[in-house]
């Protein structure tokens, strides 16, 4: 696994953790990451990305690991953010690859920066939470947390922190077959290699480590109204969704696919919400790269 890593001040003060995979001077992407997570769920990409050619930069979100927090920020902070960070990086276009959670902010960026955003994969996306008209197709974690938020603030930021000591330890090895009981059939088998383990579940608990606070953060974000017109997005969309993931069903991603101008859908029969990045990341990669 080759990667670099390197902290970027911004002129607003603060300061990106970023690390990056893939080719060094290869076509520049934009990673983000899930939630919760943090920069290193990149790695994902890391082999697929060297042997297209591909530079995978990945920034941790304000208040996530080691960049700076950012307590009352919006989805639409993010484009600005991302701006100022390829100008450092002096990178002028590029394209962007947002998994779960961090699909939302890949959108933000292409709605606020057509003219830098050359195309975007969203993979296994989270939805525009706040426009749903039921919540069934998510899964129950995340209906317990958009019944506390926002008639329960203080409490779930309760339970944020009392869950933090817990969520920042290491799973021992011998631990890991019962945490992987709860995922899904097909999640659960790409995870029994150690690389995806670590990828996926590493870079949560460093997230977790670092603050809980900016996991709460970023938590609300979803919770919120985007701030913008899904059908405005004028880039090209690669929209991938596992027809087995339980966190987001398809239909979801299916219904606001369809109110991207430039959206090409893939519903992929027998991936779920992990397998599908990890299995069919040098697919989605290739097709990222070509749009």
Known sequence: MRSSFQEIKLEQGGSVAVSEYGAKNGTPVFFCHGWPSSRTMAELTDVAARELEIRIISPDRPGIRNSTLRPERKLLDWPPLLAELADKLEIAEFRMLGISGGAPYTFAAAWAMPSRVRAVAAVSSAPPLAELPDRDGLLPLYRWLLFFYPRHRELLRFG?????????????????????????????????????????????????????????????????????????????????????????????AQSFGARLPRCVQHFVEGEGHYSLPIRRMGEILADLKSA
């Open 160 to 252: 944020f922190h009392a869950a933090r000591p817990f969520l920042s330890l290491k799973v021992p090895i011998r631990f890991r077959p019962l945490l992987l009981k709860l995922l899904q059939p097909c999640d659960a088998k790409v995870m029994r290699d150690i690389a995806a383990f670590e990828a996926c579940f590493e870079s949560q608990r460093q997230a977790w480590r670092a603050s809980a606070d900016g996991l709460m953060v970023d938590a609300e974000i979803y919770a919120q109204p985007w701030g913008f017109p899904l059908d405005e997005i004028e880039v090209p969309v690669r929209l991938w969704h596992g027809k087995k993931d339980r966190s987001f069903h398809w239909s979801l």
